[in-house]
């Protein structure tokens, strides 16, 4: 009998804990809002440029306020440079970090990038705190550049 209540209590938990996996990411990542006017835009290069390395991109921002990953603020959050993405990234789950999607979580407005030789796309998606694109997703036109 005890090890009947035993194996009870441990599937009690089990299934506990495999709820709480399935429901505390739901929390986790509910998304901000952006305001109605918010727009991203990249300032440079310009699209058709044809440039060299390092590529200095300049971000733009209007209607929303920059604030750094971790630090929850209404109307607001940082900047993620998309690299070669043809399909945007989940836009209710936070932003993958690799090679074609880069964060600026400290809140930078620029970066300067080494890019391989040839035809390549620069989007912005900007993001809350917890690198989650907001309910009215803030995205840029996405501009192509060549790089000598």
Do not use: C, R, W
Not at 13 to 37: D, G, H, R
Not at 128 to 139: A, C, F, G, S, T
């Amino acid at each position: 009998m005890l090890i009947i209540q035993k194996k009870q209590i441990i599937l009690g938990y089990f299934l506990a804990v495999t709820f709480s996996l399935f429901l505390i990411p739901s929390l986790l990542f509910a998304q901000s809002e952006s305001s109605e006017n918010a727009k991203v835009f990249i300032i440079s290069p310009k699209n058709g440029a044809v440039v060299k390395n390092p590529v200095k991109v300049i971000f733009g921002l209007s209607g929303m306020k920059i604030s750094p990953a971790g630090i929850e603020k209404k109307f607001a959050g940082h900047h993620h440079l998309l690299i070669d993405v043809n399909t945007l990234p989940d836009l209710a789950k936070p932003i993958p970090s690799d090679k074609n999607h880069i964060h600026f979580g400290k809140g930078q407005t620029e970066t300067k990038l080494n890019l391989s030789s040839g035809k390549h796309s620069l989007q912005l998606l900007f993001a809350d705190y917890l690198h989650i694109p907001h309910i009215n997703p803030v995205i840029s036109k996405k501009i192509y550049i060549t790089v000598k």
